[in-house]
């Protein structure tokens, strides 16, 4: 390859426009870091569904006042074999796309509702193009959501298998399970290269069976100007006494666990100056057993909880100002939850659970405080411990680390590409491109 600018097109299962998901905001992050570092040229194509209507016959749509920003309209999608059933349009207008911009580099940030499909066609119409993609949960192993939880329960789950895919899907044999194991192992190897947040990621999916030197962990990238202030407290005795949640209310993230924590805490050490604000929506589209489980905590909570419902991304420093820590309460193993690095970036210790990608990126007692997932009990214990500690606060503050701002996560992006196109040059001379 020359030394031209980079020429990558970004795939996302959504767009931030129609979705505020972790996975679309990371993919466009990327789009606009490799366009304001130089020696990269980045395009962005999103995938859309219902609601958003068609153009007449073709599932592309543009955005007009975006540039190099494309839609790309897909409903016809397997969720359980992560598979776009129309492979016509994938054939005629999404290649009709790639054909285009003769990328050097496509890289794929998910592929739900776009199907796996979209990698083969990518590698049999440019043999010679780097394929990327990022993992953001587990969906290529669990047919869970991607959870890796037990169907009717809140048992984590450690290592798929056909047998025990079974027993959390009655519905499904074994032998099916086995057969989506093989597709979308199959459909995943065409790809050049992986990129995870979380180390914890990746040993998944190399137990699962992914080659471990394709990966590599990159931690996404923000696009925050500047840190806010602590929260200023009303006198010399004034606590740092505000926690607040960010995040869909559901079944995986252990918001129940929260409010149930927050109910029992002796009032002694509550006080009149601690509060739980919690941002976030969703609830009314949960399970009816669900939301009526929520409704009883928070009436046994009471007055020490405040909902103040969905929120924007761009919201995020404003409401950093009213808070002291984040609580990240998910049962669930979770990846790399954008909240922690906005959390960090404005200075504020994450109280979350101890496993999976949250485990990996606070550490206990430097920048924040684990309690055992699932335990209410243990998670009073902290929440006791950030109320009567006086010193606690700052000592953890002081233990954090700045995370990566979008320049920087596309920088390493950018590196791994020309590293991956040189590597692809060296096995295959005719993967040798000019500008």
Known sequence: MTNRSLRVLVVSHGHPSFSLGGGEIASYNL????????????????????????????????LRQKHGEILYHADEYDHFLLSNHNTDEIERDFLRVVRELKPDVVHFHHFIGLGLECLYAVRRALPEVVIVVTFHEFLSICHHHGQMVKTGSTKLCHRSSPADCNACFPEISPARFLRREYFVRSL?????????????????????????????????GLDISAPVEPRPLPDAKGRRARFAYFGQITAFKGVDVLLDAVARIPESVWGDDAQLMIFGGNLERQPSAFQEKIKALVERAGTRVRFYGAYQNSEMPRLMKSIDWTIIPSIWWENSPIVIQESFFHGRPLICSNVGGMAE??????????????????LIDRMVEALTDATLWDRLRAGIRRPIDIDECASVHRDLYRDLASHRAEIDPAAIRTA
């Open 31 to 62: 789009h606009k870091g490799l366009n304001r570092i130089g020696d990269a040229e980045s395009r962005f194509l999103a995938r859309v569904g219902h609601p958003v209507v068609r153009h007449g016959g073709t599932a592309l749509l543009s």
């Open 188 to 220: 995943l190897q065409v790809a050049d290269h992986f990129v995870s947040p979380s180390q914890f990621l990746v040993d998944r999916y190399v137990d699962w069976g992914l080659p471990a030197e394709k990966f590599t962990v990159i931690e996404n």
């Open 361 to 378: 990126k606070i550490t206990d007692g430097v920048d924040g405080l684990h309690f055992r997932v699932g335990s209410s009990e243990d």
